[in-house]
């Protein structure tokens, strides 16, 4: 069971040459719990847990975080220089063994966007932001999921989220009956997130998660709209 609990508040102000500071503040908790269990027959209307297949995992998160952004914008062009800092703490609990992972840290996440009008039919975009992906709750539970019981999968509560340093430039085109888009991106990660599967000699299959180095993506995108 989930459910998340936030507040924020924001804070925007206007001044001079249509400029814009605007700020907040946003602070969020997401409890998770997941209780997994395979049962035998006891006595008479009577089922007990499996030692050691069941288990009753917990899962807490809270998210602090304060953003900054600066604006402007006029006839032929905008942009948008923003940072964005996050303090993130993570409790990884299972109640049967009584364990207990905290994981702490904090990371900042500037972007940048820009629009320039080239003429009254063609936009030229710029774009650039860091941004991260946080592991599934799921791959961080520790225990062994028997589910399928060829197929384990075990999650690792110390997976490090995966970063995304990403940057864009597109060229916007309107003609008289038809618009186009093209794109070119390149995208690099760090600390990837990917499936491990160790083949036993018994003929299990047993399925982790790990963090990889890194890796990295280009390449151009074309939108076509008549």
């Keep these: 069971v989930s459910q998340s609990r936030y507040s924020q508040t924001d804070y ?13 503040i946003r602070l969020n908790r997401r ?52 940072v964005r800092i996050e303090d993130t703490r993570m409790q990884i609990g299972q109640l049967p063994s009584d364990s207990l992972v905290d994981r702490h840290f904090t990371d900042w996440f500037p972007n940048l966007n820009a629009n320039l009008a080239m003429d009254s039919n063609n936009d030229l975009q710029i774009s650039f932001s860091r941004r991260l992906n946080r592991p599934n709750p799921q791959t961080l539970n520790p225990f062994s999921d028997y589910t399928d019981a060829l197929n384990i999968r075990i999650g690792n509560p110390f997976l490090k989220p995966e970063y995304v340093h990403a940057a864009e430039i597109s060229w916007l085109s309107r003609q008289k009956k038809m618009s186009w888009i093209l794109t070119g991106y390149y995208r690099y990660l760090t600390n990837t997130i990917q499936r491990f599967r160790e083949a036993l000699p018994s003929g299990l299959s047993v399925v982790y998660f790990r963090n990889f180095s890194n890796s990295e993506n280009a390449g151009m995108e074309g939108t076509l709209k008549a």
């Design 12 to 24: 925007a102000l206007p001044f001079a040459q249509s400029m814009k500071f605007e700020s907040g």
């Design 31 to 82: 409890p998770l719990g997941n209780d997994f269990n395979l049962l035998l027959p006891g006595t008479v209307d009577e089922w007990n847990p499996i030692p050691g297949r069941s288990n009753q995992y917990r899962y807490d998160e809270w998210v602090s975080a304060a953003y900054a952004i600066l604006s402007k914008k006029n006839n032929n062009s905008s942009w948008q220089l923003g």
